[in-house]
């Protein structure tokens, strides 16, 4: 079935080094692909997305890459900050049952250690 | 904006109790979303509404049961709480009249935690 697997699932850092999670999609239709931050105890924040007609996008110290042949995307932190630390979710959008929807990765727990 | 809200914050039912979980939200978007969210198992989708009165299922529908009265609040209920069902529930919203594609954004709310003893 349609699914979004997401690696590592926990990643340590030192604080200023890059954080880099991957996530691959099963369906080719899928063109739309947000990553959420969510905060112990908060709900999932958009922090950037991606539409399958960009290979890249950037903001400031993040950015998200898509290829789509190959059906993977993947989230890039930056000079990371204690801040940084959270579960992150990558999601693509597609159609599956009968409806569109977002399928969720499950999730990668970032730890960035002063 | 508040954005979306959702009540209670936490909440702990015995088996075969009911109670209904309230989202709120005032973006004066079209659709919204309840999920639930396991360890290791990401969100998943319960049931979805594209406008107001409309409700369909999501991925996990069983045991639940949604209305949407008023375009601003999305309502889920449980009928005969189960102990399977102890979770963390999240309302999200996306998609502003003007635009109707439910591609959009989706905006989460801080999340219920329900525990079902």
Redesign the interface.
Known sequence: GEN?E?HP?TLSVQEGDSAVIKCTYSDSAS??F?W?KQEL??????II?I?SNVGEKKDQRIAVTLNKTAKHFSLHITETQPEDSAVY?CAA?MFS?G????I????TRLAVHP | NAGVTQTPKFRVLKTGQSMTLLCAQDMNHEYMYWYRQDPGMGLRLIHYSVGEGTTAKGEVPDGYNVSRLKKQNFLLGLESAAPSQTSVYFCASSGETIRRSNTDTQYFGPGTRLTVL
């Open positions: 979004v997401q699932s063109n739309y947000p959420y105890g908060k709900g999932p924040q958009l997305d539409r979710f959008f049952g409806y569109n929807k977002l969720f990765g499950a999730g």
